[in-house]
């Protein structure tokens, strides 16, 4: 009685369990929390797991982050990546959400405008951060500064080396008072960009992109769908490097993107390399900026022999070609 009891029991909680893993990662499930959340007018995780399986096709379409075209002269310093940063992540907030960061800019005597400015953001985002470096020499307690003001962020700074920790935005956040989240978000945006900035490029420079991040007609399906990457002309067995240091988050194959390998960054932000012939890094494993991890294919939904690099921001799939100085499309159309 007791055995029939406890396997009974067991059976029970092996079918929650299995409804909870398939609601939460399998593309049906994905796709009831998606109507779930629509029907109650909530955010839901199920958007960045549908491209993931798919793909990557996301119906509101690609995020507009990066550079504008053209604006990227050369490879830009650390200094200059982290300036850009700061100057997209405020161009991309709410008006009411940047007003402390303006205000910030403007007690230290600069024009806060000019930040918001298409030419002039940059710069004036690095004057900025450069008037903030002497009492905010680290980096993400100088972004805390910089979107939060420097009497908070000081506060922030002090207590947490007073609990003898480094200051991390995440750390300063927490000792931000209420009301500052906006600024926390827009520091941790800006250090994301400034790292998608500093990425490399998984093959030899020179190489064409056949097909570039954007809507298309899917060359297999024949449907119209966001292509959430770039497709890079390479050969087969062509090696396939880290285009800065990570952790290998997975290391696998499906039927879409072939042999892939997933890559976390650290700051929000993830790369992805899809259709290899061969993976030559595991699950967890640590790799650095330049380490050959895969050889290319054409393994999974594809076409012909080609490196799929795709570039996530907080799981959002962006156009990495506009972190880029130069590239070039096949069929010469396009050179940055």
């Known amino acids: 009685m007791f055995l029939r009891r406890s396997k009974g029991l067991l059976d029970f909680a092996m079918a929650v369990l299995c409804i909870w893993a398939a609601y ?19 955010r839901t ?35 200059e990546a982290l300036a850009w940063g700061v100057h997209l992540a405020l161009t991309g907030m709410e008006p009411r959400a940047r007003e402390r960061a303006l205000g910030a800019a403007e007690a230290l005597g600069l024009t806060p405008s000019l930040l918001l400015d298409a030419r002039e953001g940059p710069g004036t985002a690095r004057r900025l951060l450069t008037l ?4 905010f020499p680290g980096e993400e307690a100088r972004l805390t500064a910089a979107f939060a003001g420097t009497a908070p ?3 922030a700074v002090e207590r947490v080396r007073a609990e003898g920790q480094a ?30 900035f500093a990425l490399a490029w998984p093959v030899p420079e020179g190489t064409p992109v056949t097909s570039p991040f954007g809507y298309r007609v899917h060359p297999v399906l024949g449907t119209r769908k966001l292509h959430t990457g770039v497709d890079l002309g390479v050969r087969s067995g062509t ?18 993107n072939g042999r892939v390998l997933v890559v976390d960054h650290g700051r929000g932000v993830t790369t992805a390399y899809c259709h290899n012939s061969e993976l ?12 050959v991890i895969a ?11 080609h490196l799929h690099y795709q570039l996530e921001l907080a799981a959002q799939p962006v156009d990495p070609l506009c972190f880029r100085t130069h590239v070039r499309v096949a069929g010469g159309a396009t050179e940055l």
């Open 239 to 256: 090696s396939v490097v880290a285009v800065a240091s990570g952790v290998v988050r997975r290391a696998s194959e499906d039927a879409v």
């Open 24 to 42: 939460h990662h399998t593309p049906a499930g994905a796709l009831a929390r998606r109507a779930g959340a629509w029907a109650l007018g909530v």
């Open 153 to 155: 962020a000081r506060y």
């Open 295 to 305: 050889h290319s294919g054409s393994t999974g939904r594809s076409t012909g022999p």
């Open 280 to 291: 030559l890094v595991r699950v967890g494993e640590r790799i650095e900026r330049g380490q």
């Open 45 to 79: 995780s199920a958007r960045p797991l549908l491209a993931y399986y798919d793909g990557g096709a996301d119906s509101e379409g690609p995020a507009a982050v990066g550079a504008p075209e053209g604006a990227l002269a050369h490879p830009l310093s650390d200094e």
């Open 132 to 135: 903030l470096t002497a009492d």
């Open 167 to 196: 200051p991390t935005l995440e750390r300063l956040a927490r000792q931000l008072p209420p009301g500052f989240e906006s600024a926390s978000t827009g520091a941790a945006r800006a250090l994301a960009l400034a790292t998608a």
